[in-house]
């Protein structure tokens, strides 16, 4: 049960939204990281045959994307990144309706879903009346419904607090083994503990890939705690690029990505994720599309594709 992709391109008339996107994932999450515009979600419509590329293709555990999406689409679960929940139902009743429309019987599935998500009270309210955090968690129930074996999630965690994030990414992971998961992320953090693999994307191309351990470790030797002056504060953001700050009366405490500028001094650290996202976006892009197969010795040294 893998979910293949190979030099994945669109443009959006003169906006190359991906260019050559290459991924590999097996059962678990994978996580998409990237800033604004980067590309994620052209990328997971794509995987949920909602887009159509211009150039390249895909596959979910054997079948190909080009060939009728319909039977590939009853086993995906997808979470757009916008999604209009009908403000006069309640949770439930818009669980069991999708859950006809899926072909399923919608109890006990839904109930059971709507209890993990930590929305059994909610459950019989018009969803008009619920925040938009437990709106975006009835929107991925949906997504859940049915049990999909490859679920394609845009920003799932956005707009829940810290507790709630680890939580519902356990639930999106399922038990081991069960699915292919791709979501998309801004907050490396958010996804550090529950996913097995990542990629991260910028500007349409893929800027490393593969499993936390080994992205992490792209930016060994990278990253560096430095204590300034808090006067020096302001020039030292100007020229160096940080990825935590901790500031005190009359110094900081600064995690600096990159080299060290001259006259700078700091302890070397073991890279985060955070770090490292910041690291692989930093060195300078690739002018070859990306691809995981037939990388030279200077790609591999840039970057892991190990998913
Ligand atoms: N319908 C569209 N028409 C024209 N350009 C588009 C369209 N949709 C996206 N783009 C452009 O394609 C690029 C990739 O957009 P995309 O939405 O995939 O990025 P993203 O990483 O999901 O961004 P965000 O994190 O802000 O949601 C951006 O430059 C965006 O402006």
Not at 258 to 271: A, E, I, S
Request: glycine content about 10%; some cysteine.
């Amino acid at each position: 049960m893998e979910l293949i992709a190979e030099g994945l391109t669109k443009r959006y008339g003169d906006v190359p939204a991906l260019t050559g996107v290459s991924l590999h994932a097996g059962p678990g999450v994978l996580a998409v990281l990237g800033p604004n515009g980067s590309g994620k979600t052209t990328l997971l419509r794509i995987l949920a045959t909602a887009l159509r590329p211009d150039a390249g293709r895909a596959s979910f555990a054997g079948r190909d994307y080009a060939s009728d999406p319909r039977p590939l689409r009853r086993r995906i679960g997808y979470l757009p990144q916008e999604i209009d929940l009908p403000g006069h139902l309640t949770p439930r009743g818009f669980l069991h309706y999708v859950a006809r429309l899926k072909g399923i019987q919608p109890e006990p599935q839904a109930d059971m879903l709507l209890q993990d998500l930590g929305l059994g009270d909610l459950a019989n309210r018009p969803l008009r009346t619920l925040s938009g955090g437990q709106a975006r968690l009835v929107a991925l129930a949906q997504a859940l419904l049915g049990r999909p074996r490859l679920l394609i999630l845009d920003e799932p965690l956005t707009g829940l607090d810290t507790t709630e994030r680890a939580r519902v990414l356990r639930i999106i992971a399922g038990p081991p083994g069960e699915r292919v998961v791709v979501l998309s992320s801004h907050v490396p953090a958010d996804i550090e503990a529950g996913a097995a693999a990542v990629l991260v994307l910028q500007q349409g191309t893929v800027r490393a890939q593969g499993t936390i351990d080994t992205v992490r470790a792209l930016a060994a030797g990278q990253v560096h705690e430095v204590t300034i002056p808090t006067a020096d504060l302001e020039d030292t953001l100007r020229i160096c690029q940080v990825s935590q700050m901790t500031l005190h009366a009359d110094h900081a405490l600064l995690r600096v990505v990159g080299p060290l500028p001259p006259g700078l001094t700091g302890v070397p650290v073991t890279p985060t994720l955070e770090d490292a996202y910041l690291w692989v976006q930093a060195i300078p892009p690739h002018p070859q599309p990306l691809s995981h197969k037939g990388r030279g010795e200077e790609d591999r040294r840039r970057l892991a594709t190990d998913a």
